[in-house]
């Protein structure tokens, strides 16, 4: 599966249209880790645990982004956006979506 | 004594903050010149036509930076009288610089040439009127390209 964010794929040519495919998840990390980023958060720096979520969240919400893609018969999905909301502390949302397009190679011109 | 320990937590926080974003900023600056040859453009439409690239796909990042007591309390205070808060301008600028350099790493471990349509999120992890420090999430994610043989 292509993903790109353009609104093609470049050196390939858009050949079918499928819509607009998504995926989220919501998110929570465990209690321990909650209370190890409330200790970073205090003394600044970069909250490591919050960080893997966020990056999990966001494979997770692509994973289902393309599965359904590919339920469809795309073999790739352009135009890709994320959007992440917080949902409570600790917890957060990331929405994947994009259009689900069937690509072909451009044949040069003999 | 509620006083002191404020005082003496405002100082600590001062410490360990300002050490941390010193050194992160030392390893953004070392990172950043490492990777300069990996180019990132905010357009894109540009070279969907383009025949001379071999390969696309996605690459994505994010960062969850707090921000200390110290800053913090700062913030709060510049909340009063208005104005730059520039405790928490360094924030972000870390967050977003740092987000935009693990993409680049992602892109160049693959061999890409370049980076195109970078997009840049942020969203503040506490939702609005919770009592904690903010957490600032920084998403970038952008097209990396690969050309066909670039001499």
């Known amino acids: 599966m292509i993903l790109t964010n353009i609104e093609s794929v470049p050196g390939k040519k858009v050949v079918g249209h499928y819509g607009m495919v998504s995926g989220s998840t919501v998110r929570a990390t465990h209690i321990g880790r909650d209370l190890l980023a409330g200790v970073k958060n205090f003394f600044g720096g970069e909250i490591e645990g919050y960080t893997e979520l966020m990056d999990e969240s966001r494979k997770e919400a692509t994973q289902r982004m393309i599965s359904s893609a590919a339920a469809m018969g795309a073999n790739a999905v352009v135009n890709v956006r994320y959007a992440t909301s917080a949902i409570t502390t600790g917890a957060a949302e990331v929405y994947a979506y994009g259009t689900a397009v069937r690509v072909e190679d451009i044949q040069p011109k003999v | ?151």
Request: with cysteine.
């Open chain 2, 1 to 151: 004594m509620e006083t002191l320990i404020l005082i003496s937590c405002l100082v600590i926080c001062y410490y360990t903050g300002s050490t941390i974003e010193k050194k992160h900023y030392e390893n953004i600056k070392a990172r950043e010149a490492a990777l300069s040859k990996t180019l990132c453009m905010t357009y894109g439409k540009a070279f969907s036509r383009s025949t001379k690239i071999k390969n696309s796909y996605l690459v994505s990042s994010s960062v969850v930076i707090g921000c200390d007591y110290f800053k913090a309390f700062l913030a709060y205070f510049r909340n009063l009288f208005g104005g730059n808060i520039s405790a928490y301008e360094s924030v972000l600028d870390r967050g977003k610089r740092e987000a935009i350099l693990r993409m680049k790493e992602q892109a160049s471990a693959r061999k890409a040439h370049a980076i195109i349509n970078t997009k840049i999120e942020t969203v503040m992890l506490d939702p609005l009127g919770s009592k904690e420090h903010p957490k600032v999430c920084v998403t970038a994610y952008g097209t990396a390209i690969e050309y066909n043989n670039l001499d």
